[in-house]
């Protein structure tokens, strides 16, 4: 079966690595994969690397029409079977190429967890009342993305969730390279949060989760944040203010992110908005990290549901927040017992292979 996954920027977030996972574990047995980008990033470069066919064509909003026309002139020479879009501009433009070439069925990926407002509301609403209806199937990451999808005027009966995966790694092996690295005590406790400086990241509350803890516990911890974005500056004048450098450690982009979590106690999300089914998290959850989440997107699927193995608290709840960060820092029992239940979850809820065939199935 050909299989064109399109996206507009090939960067290097969790949808670019959900479309990486589902080319390299469906091909070349199930799927002959091909790829459709408008910016080039990372992921473009490892589809390069790989060998799949790849077309550049510009999706902005006014050349939604020339963009259609190009990518159907690209199905026909390839004889695409599917157009698996990722977001809903990609979609609108692989259900616009049908009238071009309509051979291809559409399959379409929302990662969004958006509850729209306004004017923009209206619009996205009826646009998906519209189109819609005539893809073949959608697929959402995590039950609130089904909810707000049917919210935000998406067609019901084309909706199935099928949750983001992961490939289980059995029992996580620790590793001390980061605690050498930052210089950090054999009882630090060290929690961990791979999120970029944005605002819907919540770093900001994060770390006044960080101040209330320091006046709180005896214990020397660590905060690990890997990433970077325009709000690095300000959260980082904001930790100095706060006097809680020592206990808040800021490495920007790393690629050692396994090397990371297992040195690590426990994972931290702290996104008031805009979370789908988080990659960092499944990630942390196979290397055996009980997690502290927020209330929004996956994050209740991922740490409470059929198998808890964390706790989740509304964002902005800074004494909750610390509360439960604190519980697992002073309660060695409890922090094992949750660590056995994410590895233990991953391999029965979030395994890539079964996973990713469910997605397959999506397709025929």
């Known amino acids: 079966m050909k299989v064109l996954y399109l996206i507009n920027y090939a960067g290097k977030a969790?949808?670019?690595?959900?479309?990486?996972?589902?080319?390299?574990?469906?091909?070349?047995?199930?799927?002959?994969?091909?790829?459709?980008?408008?910016?080039?990033g990372e992921l473009s470069e490892k589809m390069a690397a790989a060998g799949v066919p790849s077309l550049q064509v510009n999706m902005d909003k006014k050349s939604v029409f020339k963009a259609a026309k190009k990518l159907a002139g690209y199905c026909r020479e390839n004889e695409i079977e599917v157009i698996h879009a990722q977001y809903p501009r990609e979609n609108i433009i692989a259900l616009l190429s049908r009238r071009y070439y309509d051979k291809p069925k559409i399959v379409l990926t929302n990662h969004l967890t958006l509850r729209l407002n306004?004017?923009?509301?209206?619009?996205?609403?009826?646009?998906?009342k519209h189109f819609t209806p005539k893809n073949h199937c959608i697929i959402a990451v995590c039950n609130e993305g089904r909810e707000i999808m049917i919210e935000n005027g998406v067609a019901p009966d084309r909706i199935k969730v099928i949750f983001n995966g992961i490939e289980p790694s059995?029992?996580?092996?620790?590793?001390?390279?980061?605690?050498?690295?930052?210089?950090?005590?054999?009882?630090?406790?060290?929690?961990?949060?791979?999120?970029?400086?944005?605002?819907?990241?919540g770093l900001g509350f994060l770390v006044d989760v960080l101040a209330k803890?320091?006046?709180?516990?005896?214990?020397?911890?660590?905060?690990?944040?890997c990433g970077d974005g325009e709000l690095f500056g300000k959260i980082s004048s904001k930790i100095d203010s706060l006097d809680i450098s020592e206990n808040c450690r800021l490495l920007g982009y790393r690629k050692d992110t396994s090397e990371i979590l297992r040195g690590s106690d426990i994972?931290?999300?702290?996104?008031?908005?805009n979370?789908?089914?988080?990659?960092?998290?499944?990630?942390?959850?196979n290397?055996?990290?009980?997690?502290?989440?927020?209330d929004v997107g996956g994050n209740r699927d991922l740490a409470e549901a059929k198998l808890r193995c964390g706790y989740v608290l509304p964002y902005g709840d800074v004494e909750g927040f610390a509360g439960a960060v604190r519980e697992l820092m002073e309660e060695p029992e409890t922090l094992d017992k949750l660590s056995s239940a994410a590895t233990e979850k991953v391999e029965k809820y979030f395994n890539l292979y079964k996973l990713s065939q469910d997605v397959y199935n999506s397709y025929k």
């Open 14 to 40: 969790g949808t670019e690595k959900y479309v990486e996972n589902l080319v390299r574990i469906l091909s070349p047995d199930k799927i002959e994969p091909f790829f459709a980008y408008n910016t080039a």
């Open 118 to 128: 306004g004017f923009s509301s209206l619009l996205w609403r009826q646009l998906n």
């Open 170 to 201: 059995g029992e996580p092996q620790k590793s001390a390279a980061i605690r050498d690295e930052l210089g950090l005590s054999p009882d630090c406790f060290i929690m961990t949060i791979f999120a970029r400086f944005a605002p819907e990241k």
């Open 213 to 225: 803890l320091k006046a709180e516990v005896s214990r020397p911890f660590c905060c690990i944040i």
């Open 267 to 273: 994972y931290l999300c702290s996104s008031m908005c």
């Open 275 to 285: 979370e789908a089914m988080s990659f960092a998290i499944l990630e942390a959850m």
């Open 287 to 294: 290397a055996g990290l009980p997690l502290v989440v927020t």
